[in-house]
Nanobody, 116 residues
Framework: QAQLVESGGGLVQPGESLRLSCTAS????????MSWYRQAPEKERELVAT????????NYADSAKGRFTISRDNAKRTVTLQMNSLRPEDTAVYYC?????????WGQGTQVTVSS
């Protein structure tokens, strides 16, 4: 059974950094397009960043460009989101997501809070 487990969330001050990790199991990780989404209170879930199966192509939401970096290690079955220069508006639950063909899977989410 496919499973995604996120880690690395927490409470940080504005301007600080966090590194989120997502460990996958139960599917062929190297075939999956991996993404990070986030959902702030009373807002819709939004795409933050995507990385293709090879790791060569990435896409970012405008709000993440220049501050966040998505990467993957297919041997370790992990995808990470390095978040720098965090802002209060980055506060949200961050979800790992995989798509293989028409099949998708979500992780349980990890809370990121940016506050002074």
């Amino acid at each position: 059974q496919a499973q995604l487990v996120e880690s690395g969330g927490g409470l940080v001050q504005p301007g600080e950094s966090l590194r989120l990790s997502c460990t996958a199991s139960g599917f062929i990780f190297g075939s999956g397009i991996m993404s990070w989404y986030r959902q702030a209170p009373e807002k819709e879930r939004e795409l933050v960043a995507t990385i293709d199966a090879t790791g060569r192509r990435t896409n970012y939401a405008d709000s993440a460009k220049g501050r966040f970096t998505i990467s993957r290690d297919n041997a370790k079955r992990t995808v990470t989101l390095q978040m720098n220069s965090l802002r209060p508006e980055d506060t949200a639950v961050y979800y790992c997501h995989v798509r293989i063909g028409t099949a998708i899977k979500w992780g349980q989410g990890t809370q990121v809070t940016v506050s002074s």
